[in-house]
């Protein structure tokens, strides 16, 4: 596999391997679908602004490197940044889920 596809692929297998995990322990989106998709993605969209805000005034930017595939949804704004996003919000989603339920027990 070409380091170009490094970062994605990594990103695609943490946020299959936590579907799996929510999959079978019924944690989020396997509970409740919609209120699970709009706790991701509300605050992608929050974080998407932000990035978007950061760019515009230049302190955020794409650096060089080989382990992005150098699509951009954006300028300078990697795919890669929307699954991170993805997989930052289904991660905290699923933390607090699980310890919710566990401090009601």
Known sequence: MPNSYLYIS???????????????FKIAFSRNRKAAFLATL????????????????????RGETSHLTGLLVAPELPLEEIFFLFLLNYTTLTLLSVLSRRSKK
């Open 10 to 24: 990594g990103l695609l297998f943490s946020i299959i391997g936590l579907g799996l995990l929510d999959w079978r």
């Open 42 to 61: 509300l605050p992608m969209i929050l974080f998407l602004a932000w990035d978007g805000a950061g760019i515009g005034l230049g302190i955020f930017f």
